[in-house]
């Protein structure tokens, strides 16, 4: 390995929960910058020591922490899926920033940068409005944007909610949201075969009790509420325009419409004299740092951060 990890914890912003978080540190590469990675739903953030290893190589530390209702953020797996009683998708954007805070603190006067995946991108793009001074950069993956998608399921997820309580696992709406992830692919194996081709890293998931589970009613409607705040209008109006970001995704990932979403994403930054790139990857389901050819995926996202951090401008060109 190619880093020190350290872990620990700190106070959530709800109030009531303490978030576990992971710091990477390169043992044989110059420090040239920190990487925070904000994760996505039904997992944790060392699902990315694979990635963490190839940026500490690079001279970056890599850093995260479990997002509250995943990994070891929770009292228990009865836990899992659940962010707070009220306002629980704010508390994952400002857990977000007390992360970037402590990192900052700890190792000041570096560049910053935040990668976000899936519903950890939908948290990391809330963040670029609410804290646009923290970051040099911003690599969004995984993303989505449906407003009108977003506005059923807040309506949905409330009423499941007030019926059955916050706490109430359904399969049904489970179903309802995720079940035709797997529509356009043949002959699928598992219900989880959208996320990549690669069959060990779905397995693995399905076989992880902190992966494959399902989100409490409550959570449910955290996460159509971050989605409907990252699809409107006012989200891309207020994303600093000289930050870079980019956005990159697979054309056969359903989270993102199979690249009609983050097309959609990408003209509204567009329209609004945002500083962004995209990147479609043709056939990558929705794992990117977890598809068969992650590795190229890899070398794009490094080789994209580190024009941005040696404070080249203009689009990159892959």
């Known amino acids: ?13 709800n109030g009531t929960d303490k978030c576990a978080y992971y710091i990477y540190v390169p043992t044989t590469a ?3 910058g920190i990487i925070q990675i904000s994760h996505g739903m039904c997992e944790y953030i060392e699902r990315y020591e694979h990635f963490a290893e190839f940026l500490t190589a690079k001279g970056y530390i890599v850093c995260g ?6 990994g070891n953020s929770v009292k228990s797996n009865d836990d899992l899926g659940y962010f707070s009683q009220k306002d629980g998708w704010s508390h994952l954007v400002n857990d977000l920033h007390r992360m970037t805070i402590l990192m900052k603190n700890k190792y000041p006067a570096l560049p910053y940068i935040l990668i976000g995946h899936s519903m950890g991108s939908f948290i990391a793009r809330l963040y670029l409005t609410r804290f646009p001074n923290e970051l040099c950069c911003a690599v969004i993956m995984g993303t989505g944007d449906d407003k009108a998608l977003s506005e059923i399921g807040v309506r ?3 009423s499941v909610k007030a019926v059955k309580g916050e706490r109430f696992r359904s399969d049904k709406l489970n179903t309802l949201i995720f079940g035709v992830y797997n529509d356009r692919i043949k002959n699928s194996k598992t219900i989880y075969d959208w996320l990549t081709h690669d069959t060990e890293v779905v397995k693995k ?4 009790e902190k992966s494959n589970f399902v989100f409490t009613a ?7 509420t971050l989605l409907r705040r990252v699809s409107s209008a006012e989200w891309a109006q207020k994303v600093p325009k000289k930050l870079p970001i980019i956005l990159m995704s697979g054309t056969a990932d359903p989270v993102g419409g199979y690249g009609k979403g983050v097309r959609n994403v990408y003209g509204k930054l567009i329209e609004e004299g945002c500083n962004v790139d995209i990147k479609l990857y043709p056939g ?8 068969t050819m992650k590795e190229i995926v890899f070398d794009d996202i490094l080789n994209w951060i ?13």
């Open 1 to 13: 390995m190619a880093f020190d990890k350290l872990t620990g914890t700190f106070e959530s912003s």
């Open 30 to 32: 110059i420090i040239r």
């Open 65 to 70: 922490n479990d997002h509250l209702g995943h």
């Open 156 to 158: 949905a997820t409330q």
């Open 205 to 208: 998931y399905m076989d992880d």
């Open 218 to 224: 409550s959570g449910f409607v955290d996460l159509t």
């Open 284 to 291: 990558a389901r929705h794992e990117l740092v977890n598809e």
């Open 306 to 318: 580190d024009r941005k951090v040696n404070g080249l401008t203009g689009n990159y060109e892959f």
